[in-house]
């Protein structure tokens, strides 16, 4: 049994989750798998995601780890990442397709031609370090208000329950960057990526016991 | 808001990071693992790490090189240089890269870009064009390192390439490159107007107003520097503290 799981449905690269996880929980067993069972058993379950939100259901599928990451996202602690997040919903705009329903709400997408207050034309993918404003969920502690984190996306969640929101970034609107419920916490931005404010919410994470 | 980058840009050969003038003349100028930890120390937003190694006998350093870099620096690595199929793509997000950049191969193999974005996603896909002005507001694509003409127009290609799956442009001026003149800031503007995608302007730099004029007049949405930082004129927390002084974001 592994301390922490690190889910791997073949969407790309999760050498930067293993790292700076290994860099806060040195003595943690950390298994990078997509076997069902070492998801099942394992203490703490990481659900990364990047590509496409219609490839990673699919080669989740494919895997049969669904029922696995069902099962973690409702009786372990278990932090999403990305399209990670965006998994957790009930239906996404990317590609038109339904996603895994455990949080309720949708995925929509940066509408095109935004511009900032002095007009200026802002990208879609929203890449690179934005502001995060955060509430007071155990796992922003000592992490500062309006701290900046690493971004990469081109759609957002949008949680029919405003309860679960834990924290938004501007783009330029207001948009949801964080979500938990119980055992569940789940970020849009990459905490590996995210230097010393990303390393301190994954510290967070692997102390987190939930009630 | 949105922060605009600062990247440091370390070329690669032999196991060292080197600067060229306008892709010639090298000079030394340090281990690649200890300057990328000191660049992240001063703040650096990502890293840039282009392999110009010309022997592929010495292809495998540059791997080892990023896996060292990826268990040290916490921040986003963009890795390019002799990427031709989707396998080199893999390799290098397998030794800890973030992005993959792609220059000379997308313009012989466009179909490459669409694969490996399809394959492992746009967002770290990025597309490396180096131009080169040949009339008043026009810019042609070149290739090779900056030897080889292809008779594509910039503009153009900068567009086609996002429309294939690239995830981000990086424009470098084969005119301004090595000069420490500034940026190109018309084709910067020029292709940072055409695309929904970032542009990363590089080419030029010589001090922190060119890097401050790239954003705000070049309209980029991350500004790629190397000899500035690299022989310790400024370090990339002075280039910060600058441009936020000049009223752009920056992550602080």
């Known amino acids: 049994m592994v301390d922490i799981a690190i889910v791997d449905y073949g969407m790309g690269n999760l050498r930067s989750v293993q790292q700076a996880v290994h860099k806060v929980a040195p003595d943690a067993s950390v298994s990078v798998t997509d076997d069902s069972q070492v998801v099942g058993d394992a203490k703490r379950v990481i659900f990364p995601g990047q590509g496409a939100m219609p490839d990673c259901m699919r080669e989740l599928d494919a895997r049969g780890l669904r029922q696995a990451v069902l099962d973690a996202a409702r009786n372990k602690p278990f932090l999403g990442i990305c399209i990670g997040l965006q998994m957790l919903f009930e239906h996404s705009a990317e590609g038109n397709v339904p996603g895994l329903g455990v949080l309720p709400g949708e995925v929509v997408r940066f509408a095109s031609e935004l511009r900032d207050a002095q007009g200026n034309k802002l990208k879609v993918p929203h890449m690179g370090w934005n502001q995060v404003h955060h509430g007071d969920h155990v796992l922003w502690n000592g992490i500062a208000q309006d701290a900046r984190f690493y971004f990469v996306h081109s759609y957002y969640v949008r949680p029919s329950d405003v309860s679960l929101v834990q924290a938004t970034s501007d783009y330029p609107q207001p948009f949801v960057c964080a979500a938990a419920r119980d055992n569940l916490f789940a970020v849009q931005f990459h905490p590996e990526k995210s230097a010393a404010a990303g390393l301190h919410l994954l510290q967070n994470f692997i102390n987190w016991n939930p009630a | ?252």
């Open chain 2, 1 to 252: 808001m949105l922060a605009k980058r600062i990247i440091p840009c370390l070329d690669v050969t032999a196991g060292r990071v080197v600067k060229g003038v306008s892709f010639v003349k090298l000079r030394d100028a340090g281990d690649p693992v200890e300057i990328a930890r000191r660049y992240d120390d001063q703040g650096a937003d990502e890293l840039t790490f282009l392999d110009i190694t010309a022997s592929s006998d010495d292809r495998g350093i540059i791997f080892r090189i990023i896996e060292q870099v990826a268990s040290q620096v916490f921040i986003p690595l963009t890795v390019g240089g002799g990427v031709r199929e989707v396998q080199d793509v893999r390799n290098l997000l397998n030794a800890g890269a973030d992005k993959v950049s792609i220059n000379t191969s997308a313009v012989t193999n466009p179909q490459l870009v669409a694969d490996a974005a399809s394959r492992y996603g746009s967002q770290c896909i990025v597309v490396a064009i180096d131009a080169k002005q040949v009339q008043p507001g026009k810019w042609e694509v070149f290739t090779h390192g900056g030897r080889k003409a292809t008779g594509l127009d910039t503009v153009e290609w900068a567009k086609k390439m996002q429309l294939l799956g690239a995830g981000e442009i990086l424009l470098t001026s084969m005119d301004q490159d090595g000069q420490k003149k500034g940026f190109d800031l018309a084709l910067t503007r020029a292709v940072t107007d055409a695309l929904e995608i970032p542009v990363i302007a590089s080419g030029g730099v010589g001090n922190l107003q060119h890097l401050a004029d790239g954003v705000k007049i070049g309209g980029a949405d991350a500004v790629l520097a190397a000899s500035i930082f690299h022989f310790g004129e400024y370090t990339v927390q002075q280039a910060k503290q600058f441009m936020a002084q000049q009223g752009i974001e920056v992550r602080l």
